[in-house]
């Protein structure tokens, strides 16, 4: 069956950089869509980045634009999501979901990884 499984996620100071994984298995990844979103305390679950995996183009939310990357690990079937130049604001549980196309919403869904950035 379908499962993604998030890694990467700890504590990082601000400005510090991070990277999260996420491990899919139990459908083709060249097919589909990776998307990221994030749940911040109070706050409701907001899309990151998606990765339409079967055209490479990518998708940022603005407030991500020029400090995360998403990117295929073309050795395994795992999306990652490198992030630089972290900010308080950016401590959430982070999410990894699948789906048809990043512009159709994710249908499967990781259990998610805690990034906390904080001196």
């Known amino acids: 069956q379908v499962q993604l499984e998030e890694s990467g996620g700890g504590l990082v100071q601000p400005g510090g950089s991070l990277t999260l994984s996420c491990a899919t298995s139990?459908?083709?990844?060249?097919?589909?869509?990776i998307g990221w979103f994030r749940q911040g305390p109070g706050k409701e679950r907001e899309g990151v980045s998606c990765?339409?995996?079967?055209?490479?183009?990518?998708h940022y939310a603005d407030s991500v634009k020029g400090r995360f990357t998403i990117s295929r690990d073309n050795t395994k079937n795992t999306v990652h999501l490198q992030m630089n130049s972290l900010k308080p604001e950016d401590t959430a549980v982070y999410y990894c979901?699948?789906?048809?196309?990043?512009?159709?919403?994710?249908?499967?869904w990781g259990k998610g990884t805690l990034v906390t950035v904080s001196s």
């Open positions: 139990g459908f083709t990844l060249d097919l589909y869509a």
């Open positions: 979901g699948s789906g048809n196309g990043c512009e159709y919403g994710m249908d499967y």
């Open positions: 990765l339409n995996v079967f055209d490479g183009s990518t």
